[in-house]
């Protein structure tokens, strides 16, 4: 099979219920860190790893992120008018050439599984990657990039792998991985969610994936499960057990799990600490709160 992973399924069909109220008319994926949206870091990140095809798996109410990726002619004219070049360059980067981007909707949130098998005609018979927008990951090199190049070597499906305290496992895709120190370790299985204590290792899938057409075969195939819903894990699951070729790839860099809204704060402040034209306000502000608060204690 193939090696070259030019398309991304972005799954932004969820109701972001957690966000409530705000993603009543927001889409989570146009909420903003700093000035960019969540699905434009998402958008860079594929981008940078050899990206050419993107592909929303959308639902209702979701207009305003396939407005997000137009031409806004009226804003470029007033710009342009005013010689706001700076500003027009940052605009260009939302611009999506014609046809690099398709929508696909999901008509019930059924799951992230489902989610992913609603783009099946439009991934075809070819490896492709899913990000996740919700999870932001600060890295020097791109975490989809590092993957794409660990991919290369290895071939068959990759999940980004994090490790997280034993008390988190049961929120997160956990993987039963050998023991190992390298980045690249392959997987003996994977479960959604593990009740408390029974969790195969400490390492979570984070959403960064590359799979392969057979994942979408089973995820055809394969019931419900934990919450009602058609889950990605499932699918991985027997893919492994048949064909043992899902490894997990420990990345380098920092998530940010911006569909909780502790996370979400988290990646603002980060954000904007890495920021030259904000940082250093941002920085004196949270010394003297923190001040305060010890003041206060
Ligand atoms: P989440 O589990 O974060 O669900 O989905 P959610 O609906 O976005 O948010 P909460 O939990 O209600 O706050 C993880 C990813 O899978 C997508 C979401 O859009 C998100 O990118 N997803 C989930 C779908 O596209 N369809 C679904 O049926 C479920």
């Not at 146009?30 to 050419?52: F, K, N």
């Not at 890295?139 to 290369?152: D, N, S």
């Not at 990605?232 to 699951?237: E, F, K, P, Q």
Request: net charge negative; with cysteine.
């Amino acid at each position: 099979m193939n090696r070259r992973v030019t398309k991304a399924v972005f799954p932004v069909a969820g109701m972001g219920t957690r966000f409530l109220p705000a993603t009543k008319s927001v889409p989570k994926e146009i909420m903003t860190l700093v000035d960019r949206p969540l699905i434009q870091y998402a958008i860079d990140e594929a981008r940078a790893a050899g990206i050419t095809e993107f592909i929303f798996v959308t639902s209702r109410g979701k207009g305003a992120l396939e407005d997000y990726f137009d031409r806004a002619p009226e804003l470029e004219a007033t710009l342009r008018a005013k010689g706001k070049t700076q500003l027009l360059n940052v605009l260009g980067a939302t611009n999506m050439d014609s046809g690099a981007i398709a929508y696909v909707r999901q008509n019930q949130a059924l799951g992230l599984g489902h989610a992913v098998w609603c783009a099946r005609h439009l991934i075809g018979d070819e490896p492709f990657a899913v990000l996740l927008p919700d999870d932001v990951i600060a890295a020097e090199t791109p975490c989809l990039k590092q993957m794409v190049e660990a991919y290369e070597k290895t071939g068959g499906n990759m999940i980004a792998a994090m490790e997280v305290a034993p008390e988190l496992a049961s929120s997160y895709g956990i993987m039963d991985v050998a023991p190992g120190v390298g980045r690249v370790l392959p997987m003996r299985g994977m479960v959604e969610k593990p009740a408390p204590g029974a969790q195969p290792s400490n390492l979570a899938a984070i959403g960064r994936y590359i799979l392969t057409p057979d994942v979408l075969r089973h995820l055809g195939d394969i019931e419900a499960g934990v919450g009602g819903e058609i889950q990605l894990t499932d699918a991985i699951a027997r893919e492994i057990t048949q064909r043992q070729n899902v490894h997990g790839f420990r990345f380098e860099g920092q998530r940010y799990d911006c569909g909780s809204k502790a996370g979400f704060l988290q990646a603002t402040v980060a954000f904007g600490l890495a920021r030259s034209d904000l940082g250093e306000e941002l920085a004196q502000f949270l010394g003297d709160m923190m001040v305060q608060r010890q003041a206060a204690e």
